[in-house]
C-alpha cells in the first residue's frame, strides 16, 4: 500500500558508555522525530519510573516497525544494545544503521535530513545478523 514504506514506531537502540552520545542529544532527536509524527521509544526518557523496566521494554520492541541502531564507538560493545539487536532480529524487526554524525546533522538541518531519510532509508536497510 502506498506510504507503508515509511512507518512510524521506531525503538531506538544506542549507548551512553562512550559518552560521546548525550540525553540531550536523544531527548531533541525524539523532539524532532515527534514532530514528523513519528512515534519513538528511548529507553534512559521513555521508561524511567516504569517498575516493570525490561518487560516494558521488550513491549515497545516487539510493537516496533523499525529498529534504529546509533552508531558510536562503543555500541556494539553494550550488552543492552546486543540484546535488542537479537531481539529485533527474532522478530524479523528491520535494523538501520545511523551514525552519531547523522543524528546531529538531522537536528541541525531537519529538512535535509528528512529527504534522506525518506528517499535513501524507505526502501533499503541494514539486517544485523550474529
Do not use: C
Not at 560493545?77 to 546486543?82: A, L, M, Q
Amino acid at each position: 500500500m502506498a506510504g507503508d514504506y515509511l512507518r512510524r514506531r521506531i525503538f531506538i537502540s544506542y549507548t551512553l558508555r562512550d559518552n560521546e552520545l548525550t540525553i540531550e542529544i536523544l531527548s531533541r532527536l525524539k523532539g524532532m522525530l515527534q514532530l514528523l509524527g513519528i512515534e519513538t521509544f528511548i529507553d534512559i526518557i521513555d521508561n524511567r519510573t516504569s517498575k516493570e523496566h525490561q518487560k516494558r521494554l521488550y513491549k515497545w520492541l516487539t510493537d516496533a516497525d523499525y529498529l534504529y541502531l546509533i552508531e558510536t564507538t562503543k555500541t556494539y560493545y553494550s550488552p543492552w544494545v546486543k540484546k535488542e539487536l537479537d531481539f529485533a532480529n527474532r522478530l524479523n524487526i528491520p535494523i538501520i544503521k545511523v551514525s552519531l554524525h547523522d543524528i546531529k546533522y538531522f537536528l541541525a538541518h531537519p529538512i535535509n535530513m528528512t529527504v534522506k531519510v525518506i528517499f535513501n532509508n524507505a526502501y533499503e536497510y541494514t539486517t544485523i545478523i550474529n
